[in-house]
Nanobody, 128 residues
């Protein structure tokens, strides 16, 4: 599976961006897809997870983005999206998407080593 992350950019605080994670080589519906982010000098942190259809297509978020970010999937486009609203300066990071063949969003989903495949990352900068 090859994952292509896109949609990053420069936005002012309070603005919005939509990130896309498009897959080739396999169907994303079979995987749990997570978004992670990594700020300069910091560890890669889990942001959100969308489980496989077989696992009920549940969605999960880290506390700092609940109510502001929304993860979704378009099976026809084989793409998972991360809609980011009310962006804050502290959301600035490189955002990565990752796929886990087990399909579940669970306690280990926040661990980067869980994932089989990674996208290349897209830069999100929130600044006035």
């Amino acid at each position: 599976v090859q994952l292509q992350a896109s949609g990053g950019g420069l936005v002012q605080p309070g603005g919005s961006l939509r990130l896309s994670c498009t897959a080739s080589g396999s169907t994303l519906d079979h995987y749990a897809i997570s978004w992670f982010r990594q700020a300069p000098g910091k560890e890669r942190d889990w942001v959100s997870c969308f489980s496989s259809s077989a696992d009920g297509t549940s969605t999960h978020y880290t506390d700092s983005v609940k109510g502001r970010f929304a993860i979704s999937r378009d099976n026809a486009k084989n793409t998972v999206y991360l809609q980011m609203n009310s962006l804050k300066v502290e959301d600035t990071a490189i955002y990565y998407c990752a796929a886990d063949h087990r399909g579940h969003c669970t306690y280990y989903s926040a661990t980067p080593q869980t994932y089989d495949y990674w996208g290349q990352g897209t830069q999100v900068t929130v600044s006035s």
